[in-house]
């Protein structure tokens, strides 16, 4: 009976058993590999795992076959959106919302991916809409943040950052972004306040201790403490862009303590070249893990 295949599949992939969720897709699409719903089951799964080529093949045969899959849309925008690529996330997000425009969450994705391009007044209506319908829908006034931050609207930034954080306090995302606001409004303290939640949060986020090192620098006596944070943040950053900001800050401290040999030191490690990069100003994504 292939639809309760399929419903098992599902059960197994809410409870994280992906393995015995894939076997039952499999099984399905054996004897039917024309099952948008199996094809899309696996798709899921394979967007778990990080093999992106694998689901946009498997949501562009989807759509070959079922050409208003919502579905596919919603993966297909996902995985682009997820690769830094938002211009080829946006018309699948558009054909989504424009199939079900009542889901929610096929505006939000459209907005998210109208900020990414700077199609500010667009986004804002739709995000606007949905606060309006729905205050407390998941990163909705996340995103709403995002658009007054990337405007130089910090007020406005704060209080959508603030609404996101109130809704969903373990959403360290949202906190961090609002730390940053809250830093750059000159409310140092409540800063603070932030990104320790931040590393309390998402210790393995090597933003968070990084910038919670840098609003210690500004506070008398804090230097022990912003020292520990710089080399935590160190131990965690993976890339050339964080690594440079971890030694920059780390150049700080010595400095202070009056050890030029070693803030040259750090200095150096911060001009020397490593790969990769990363978005050191404000965390952006779609998910609150």
Known sequence: MPQARLMLGTAYTELGRRGEAKAQFDLVLKDDPRSVQALIGV?????????NEDVVALCKRTLSLDGRNTQAYMLLGEVYAGSGRPAEALPAFEKAAEIQPKLTQNRLNLAGALVELKQYPRAETLLTEIVHEYPRFPLAQFNLGLLYDEQGRPAEARVAYEAEVAAWPRH??????LGKVLFAMGERRASLEQMREVVRLAPELPEGHLFLARGLLHEAGSLDEAQAEVEKGLSVARTAELRTLGWLLMADVWTRRGRPDKANEALSRARSPA????????????SMD
């Open 275 to 286: 790969p990769g990069s990363t978005n050191t100003g404000r965390v952006h994504g779609t």
């Open 43 to 51: 798709a899921n799964l394979l967007m778990q795992d990080g093999r």
């Open 172 to 177: 360290f995302r949202a906190r961090f972004n």
